[in-house]
């Protein structure tokens, strides 16, 4: 299973929709090589990408805490 194909998976979830309240419009028409304007969808590409890389989990954390220092 590529990336790509992991994410697609992902954002079928409903939770996405649920908690997110991100429009399953929206969810159908996102690509995984696009910026999302959902900052969730970013941390979930942020977790894929550094798997596919093989980064560690912490490596992977202080990715995704970058991308939250700069949302503010």
């Not at 979830?13 to 399953?24: G, K």
């Amino acid at each position: 299973m590529t990336a790509e194909d992991i994410f697609n998976e992902v954002i079928k979830s409903p939770e996405l929709t649920d908690i997110f309240n991100i429009p399953q419009e929206v969810l159908n028409n996102l690509n995984y090589n696009a910026t999302s304007e959902y900052q969730v969808i970013e941390v979930i590409k942020t977790i894929i990408r550094g798997e596919e890389n093989h980064m560690d989990s912490s490596a992977i954390f202080r990715s995704i805490q970058t991308q939250i220092i700069h949302l503010g």
